[in-house]
């Protein structure tokens, strides 16, 4: 059977591609695992004697160390048996997780998820963030958007700055529409394209797939405006709770 530590780090290879180093002669056994880009920690391993995290005994046992994203969750784990405060990380949103069993495998991947987020450079957070729903303008001046998918369900469009594969896009019509009519998943970004006229510039498209119609006087501009609070769909842009479960 192998240990917890082993199981955690079965995981992070998995899913992270991470490797642990053991950087301290002095310890051993004490080993981190970093980003490979920004080279920040998000998990250390350590042996210590268990009466340094205030238990009974004076075993040598195995925690592990992860960096949570707010004080809130780590006020609340605390309190419960097999977590403590960062040991010898007392800054910052540091907890240790005894791995004794006390706390299962599956938990402390999660936090290992959570740790790997709230150390992670801007790039990696954004490359691993969950999918988005966005609102995207389309202007009938330029393409006949009405018709897009008339003999297809899959289009190539402008790529909005934020937007990744996997996301939800909402195709919102300009005048004389002024309504959204599509729901759209991405399934394909950084589409090499260089177009220019007069107001409109593209650089790149992303690919898009058809998954649901709308009647025209759905989800027009007023009821944008008027239940939504939506005043203007100029560019890409999130999409409020009430107006996403409304479009489900």
């Not at 981190?32 to 238990?55: C, E």
């Not at 599956?106 to 790997?116: A, F, K, M, Q």
């Not at 996997?166 to 950084?190: Q, R």
């Amino acid at each position: 059977m192998i240990s917890l530590r082993e199981g955690v780090l079965k995981y992070i290879r998995k899913t992270y591609k991470g490797e642990i180093e053991y950087p301290w002669m002095r310890y051993p056994d004490y080993g981190v695992v970093r980003h490979k880009d920004n080279q920040k920690w998000y998990a250390l391993f350590m042996d210590i004697p268990r009466s340094k995290l205030g238990l009974s005994g004076n075993e040598i046992t195995d925690i592990l160390n992860i960096k949570l994203a707010d004080f809130l969750t780590r006020d609340f784990l605390i309190r419960r048996d097999g977590f403590f405060p960062g040991y010898h990380i007392a800054r910052g949103n540091w907890i240790s997780i005894l791995l004794d069993g006390t706390v299962d495998l599956d938990e402390i991947c999660h936090l290992i998820d959570v740790s790997y987020k709230a150390t992670a450079s801007a790039k990696t957070r954004k490359a691993i963030r969950p999918p988005k729903e966005w609102i995207i303008p389309s202007n009938p001046k330029y393409y006949d958007s009405v018709h897009a998918f008339d003999d297809t369900d899959e289009i190539d469009w402008k790529q909005g700055s934020g937007i990744k594969t996997g996301d939800i896009v909402f195709m919102y019509i300009g005048l004389p529409v002024s309504a959204i009519l599509y729901k759209c998943v991405v399934t394909k970004t950084d589409i090499p394209w260089q177009f220019r006229t007069e107001g409109l510039t593209i650089t790149k498209l992303m690919r898009i797939r058809l998954l649901k119609r709308y009647d025209p006087d759905r989800f027009t501009f007023e009821v944008l405006k008027n239940e939504y609070g939506i005043f203007a769909v100029r560019g890409p842009r999130g999409i409020p709770r009430k107006l996403s479960e409304a479009l489900k």
